[in-house]
T-cell receptor
């Protein structure tokens, strides 16, 4: 059974630092991997999707990498700001039934709670 | 922009009531999901659907059922609400296992 782990569970950094959030998964037969942000009491906001054929994706100050063979993904945040404070979640996506797979659901890690202090 | 809309942000229901949580997406996505999120347990999949009238059980389907009569709408039903179903419920949709989009969440309290 797929297990997704995010380390660290919580992280506090001063404004301006570059930081890396880690995500590992036990079964490398994933379809895609997606990173989300969640603010307290809110839904999830999609940040980046990395398809299995890709090794990285970039959006603004965010860069996500994927190494399927080692079961790891990292989210790099450059020049962190207080507005980046949130919980960051990674999710692996298995091939859906309508794409030749049998699952299709997202399996989540428990997240990294980031606090960026001014 | 993709929009996934959940019918309520906050709900308070009594034990034993039948509860309906509605989710609508506007991007013609095949896949729709219901998760619940609890502190320390993370997001856990309740049910998902990859086509109209199709449904698959997730990790914690007990006490829940779902309905997908139209492609854009996926309903979660608590047959007889219990206090241990107090939680944040999150609906999502995606196209063929690509980027998933979530609604704003429904905070359900069962008293």
């Amino acid at each position: 059974k797929q297990e997704v782990t995010q380390i660290p569970a919580a992280l506090s950094v001063p404004e301006g630092e570059n930081l890396v959030l880690n995500c590992s998964f036990t079964d490398s037969a994933i379809y895609n991997l997606q990173w989300f942000r969640q603010d307290p009491g809110k839904g999830l906001t999609s940040l980046l999707l990395i398809q299995s054929s890709q090794r990285e994706q970039t959006s603004g100050r965010l860069n996500a990498s994927l190494d399927k063979s080692s079961g790891r993904s990292t989210l790099y945040i450059a020049a962190s700001q207080p507005g980046d404070s949130a919980t960051y979640l990674c999710a692996v996506i298995h091939p859906p039934p309508n794409y030749g797979g049998s699952q299709g659901n997202l399996i989540f890690g428990k997240g990294t709670k980031l606090s960026v202090k001014p | 922009d993709v929009k996934v809309t959940q019918s309520s942000r906050y709900l308070v229901k009594r034990t034993g009531e039948k509860v309906f949580l509605e989710c609508v997406q506007d991007m013609d996505h095949e896949n729709m999901f219901w998760y619940r999120q609890d502190p320390g347990l993370g997001l856990r999949l309740i049910y998902f659907s990859y086509d109209v009238k199709m449904k698959e059980k997730g990790d914690i389907p007990e006490g829940y059922s779902v309905s997908r009569e139209k492609k854009e709408r996926f309903s979660l039903i608590l047959e007889s609400a219990s206090t241990n179903q107090t939680s944040m419920y999150l609906c999502a949709s995606s196209f063929m296992g690509l980027e998933a989009f979530f609604g704003q969440g429904t905070r359900l309290t069962v008293v």
